[in-house]
T-cell receptor, first 113, second 111 residues
Framework: AQSVTQPDIHITVSEGASLELRCNYS??????LFWYVQSPGQGLQLLLK??????LVQGIKGFEAEFKRSQSSFNLRKPSVHWSDAAEYFC???????????FGTGTRLQVFP | DSGVTQTPKHLITATGQRVTLRCSPR?????VYWYQQSLDQGLQFLIQ???????AKGNILERFSAQQFPDLHSELNLSSLELGDSALYFC??????????FGEGSRLTVL
């Protein structure tokens, strides 16, 4: 079955600290992987995507993610978190010409000054 | 700005009523997706249209229906509304590469 697991429901970090949000997936075909961010009351914004090639992908707002096929993971990282990064983060998996993206349940990030 | 436009942003209605949510996709995108986001169910895929044709169905109730028009805008119709239908309804569009661009959503409150 196709699924995405985000094991951390809620993460709290101090401003300036590093961040890693975990994402594991189960997908039959070669996956396309995405991270989205949702601020309160807003839609989902695409942070970064992985289709193929270099397994370390860079995104907007200083985020990066690494695809590890052997671990079926696509973890999101940021070296230094800013207060404005507080939001909910969703990992998603799909494929070329897919009929939908499958989303994880999200990780809520709280940032303390 | 994702380029996806949804209206209305907010609506409040009573149980048993019917509402229509509207979506205009990004220029050039043929696919439109509808998702429902609620606290207990998370982000649930409802339905996808591609160039006017229904392409995939997810967890969409029989009381709900959608269509995509020749100009590619889409409407999601929700009828016989129940309290549990209160949620954020997102429309998204995207290219064949699979990435989706989301609108800001329509927040439905059923009283």
């Amino acid at each position: 079955a196709q699924s995405v697991t985000q094991p951390d429901i809620h993460i709290t970090v101090s401003e300036g600290a590093s961040l890693e949000l975990r994402c594991n997936y189960s997908y039959g075909a070669t996956p396309y992987l995405f991270w989205y961010v949702q601020s309160p009351g807003q839609g989902l914004q695409l942070l970064l995507k992985y289709f193929s090639g270099d397994t370390l992908v860079q995104g907007i707002k200083g985020f990066e993610a690494e695809f590890k096929r052997s671990q079926s993971s696509f973890n999101l990282r940021k070296p230094s978190v800013h207060w404005s990064d507080a939001a909910e983060y969703f990992c998603a998996v799909g494929a070329y010409n897919t009929d939908k993206l499958i989303f994880g349940t999200g990780t809520r990030l709280q940032v303390f000054p | 700005d994702s380029g996806v436009t949804q209206t209305p942003k907010h609506l409040i209605t009573a149980t048993g009523q019917r509402v229509t949510l509207r979506c205009s996709p990004r220029s050039g995108d043929l696919s439109v997706y509808w998702y429902q986001q609620s606290l207990d169910q998370g982000l649930q895929f409802l339905i996808q249209y591609y160039n006017g044709e229904e392409r995939a169905k997810g967890n969409i109730l029989e009381r709900f229906s959608a269509q995509q028009f020749p100009d590619l805008h889409s409407e999601l119709n929700l009828s016989s509304l129940e309290l549990g239908d209160s949620a954020l309804y997102f429309c998204a569009s995207g290219p064949d590469t699979g990435e989706l661009f989301f609108g800001e959503g329509s927040r439905l409150t059923v009283l």
